[in-house]
């Protein structure tokens, strides 16, 4: 292998916004976000959604609707049966 060619891997902690869940792995990610674990800086990753959280791995229908675009989209092709 050349020397100082491959990016620096180190461990990381990601967590999960949606439930809060975290776990340490390791990663050539970085941030400024930075959190102590046994004296060491390691990176601190937020994710939106993970294994964790996400509706195909927990089955749960969960929906983010933030701009209205769902209840739009609802009026306006929705149930057209009398």
Known sequence: MKP????????????DSATGDEWTSRSTQTSKETREVDGVEVPVI?????SASHPFWTGKLRELDTDGKIDRFRKRYGSKKK
């Open 4 to 15: 100082e060619i491959h990016p620096d891997y180190h461990s990381v902690i990601y967590i």
């Open 46 to 50: 937020k994710l939106e959604i993970s």
